[in-house]
Nanobody, 115 residues
């Protein structure tokens, strides 16, 4: 089992910044990709960004140039720095890590961007 615990969500004004963290624990050997998804009310969960253990990253078009995903392998922690936040970024953000055919999710952290 893998446990993922997110932190760092909150309320911010449009144009502001937040940094989310996700700490992985448990059976983490073999985890390569980690990432962030988000789900807004009434919408499907969507991919935000991913990062491999080697540092390769990918982003949703909607966040490119504003969000930066990073990873500290020694701490088994993944981060996403979110800048220039927009009201449409409001969602519950989930940490994600696939491992050996299973998908693991954090409990989610709320990000609310006011206009």
């Amino acid at each position: 089992q893998v446990q993922l615990v997110e932190s760092g969500g909150g309320l911010v004004q449009a144009g502001g910044s937040l940094r989310l963290s996700c700490a992985a624990s448990g059976s983490i050997f073999g985890i390569n990709v980690m990432g962030w998804y988000r789900q807004a009310p009434g919408k499907q969960r969507e991919l935000v960004a991913t990062i491999t253990k080697g540092g390769s990253t990918s982003y949703a078009d909607s966040v490119k140039g504003r969000f930066t995903i990073s990873r500290d392998n020694a701490k088994n922690t993944v981060y996403v720095q979110m800048n220039s936040l927009k009201p449409e970024d409001t969602a519950v953000y989930y940490c994600y890590a696939p491992r050996l055919g299973n998908d693991y999710w954090g409990q989610g952290t709320q990000v609310t961007v006011s206009s």
